[in-house]
């Protein structure tokens, strides 16, 4: 495989990479590119994790990339998610968030074992120079900075937060020198933790890699976006608005009842979670893909669409109505997502997923 195609692999169906002079170096350079991403254990594993990155971690591997997925159990406490109970967490992340993640990689022909999982309890555990690796990137950081930071936690600055909070940005950058990692991966609401990254471990003692970072694109929610606020972050799709995610393990009755009842207006193209997931799903981030729309011929008939382009002139014309672009999602998700509920028919994980909407109230 050529260096260009490893670049396009890497970077395809991303929004920022920093930077990509750095990215071609590193491959050029011959070293092994270890790469991971961290997840919070703190819902339902929706399209945004499932779908999203670990199509992203398919990519990777396809470009001979050590791919890890960290199971931020710590990180989880610090931000009070499932009540911030230990036991809940580590019980959540083993059997549950594991299992969600194998079951999506699945659904990219992956089998889960191409991948090395690690918990947080499990890395500070063998790896006791952590803890010094957090107070020397913590030492490097100014406090404002740190709470302009804990926007990664899904937190707004000015408010209130405890001492542990403030914990949280130097932790995960950490995680990056701990790790040995030179490839850190998430959505763009990550990005200053991964800044800090860039700018802090260039300043602590011994050899460490600069991280380069990739951060993929966000799926929007199915709800209708704020009319005051059309920004990214408050139309990205949230595990804590059921109504706004589709989840892995959806029954194919959820997921056509969760898009027929999605937010898609006719002709509007702009703000419109149905075409955001046409092109960051089907088309996977590239202008030429293939779009299977099926309906009677006094609608028009069948069409295949190889353009995303050509999709979004169709619907902006009512070429294309909200109705057959909504059947026409809904059953290409069916079938994407027909390995991750096989999955979950197992019994043992079956019964997981029971146990997990019992501890979030579902």
């Known amino acids: 495989m050529t260096i260009e195609e490893k670049m396009k692999l890497i970077t395809r169906n991303c929004q920022e990479v920093l930077t990509e002079e750095d990215l071609k170096a590193l491959i050029e ?26 199509g992203k971690i398919a990519d990777f591997i396809k470009a001979g990339v050590k791919c890890k997925i960290f199971l931020a159990d710590f990180h989880t406490f610090l931000n009070n998610k499932l009540g911030g109970k230990w036991e ?24 889960g074992s191409e991948v090395e999982f690690v918990s947080g309890d499990e890395l500070y555990k063998t790896h006791p120079e952590h803890w010094q690796n957090f107070m020397e990137i913590g030492k490097q950081v100014t406090l404002s900075r740190n709470l302009r930071s804990i926007s990664i936690m ?9 001492m542990a909070t403030l914990f949280y940005p130097p932790l995960q950058v950490a995680d990056i020198v701990t790790m040995d990692i030179n490839l850190a991966h998430a959505g763009m609401d990550q990005r ?37 606020n059309k920004d990214e972050e408050s139309l990205k799709m949230s595990k804590s608005k059921p109504n706004s995610a589709v989840f892995i393990h959806d029954t194919p009755d959820e997921i056509r009842d969760k898009i027929k009842k999605a937010y898609g207006p006719p002709k509007e193209t702009e703000f419109n979670p149905l075409l955001n997931w046409v092109k960051t799903l089907v088309f996977w981030g590239d202008e030429v893909g293939e779009f299977k729309i099926e309906r009677p011929e006094k609608f ?3 069409i295949t669409y190889t353009k995303y382009a050509d999709v979004v002139a169709d619907y902006a014309s009512e070429k294309l109505y909200p109705t057959d672009l909504k059947n026409a999602l809904s059953e290409w998700l069916i079938e994407k997502l027909a390995p991750a509920r096989a999955h979950f028919e197992i019994p043992e994980h079956k019964e997981a997923l029971e146990k997990m909407k019992g501890l979030l109230g579902i």
């Not at 083993?94 to 089998?111: D, M, P, V």
């Open 192 to 228: 200053k933790a991964h800044v800090i990254a860039r700018e802090a471990i260039k300043k602590i003692p011994g050899n460490h890699a600069t991280p380069v970072a990739i951060h993929q694109n966000l799926i929007a929610g199915l709800t209708a976006p704020n009319v005051d």
């Open 154 to 162: 899904g937190k707004k600055l000015g408010t209130d937060v405890n």
């Open 29 to 54: 350079s011959g070293k092994p590119i270890n790469h991971y991403i961290g997840f919070e254990i703190s819902g339902m594993v929706h399209l945004g994790t499932g779908l999203m990155s670990m």
């Open 88 to 111: 809940d967490i580590r019980w959540a992340s083993e059997h549950y968030f594991k299992e969600a993640l194998i079951a999506s990689l699945k659904c990219y022909g992956l089998t």
């Open 300 to 302: 028009g008939g069948n």
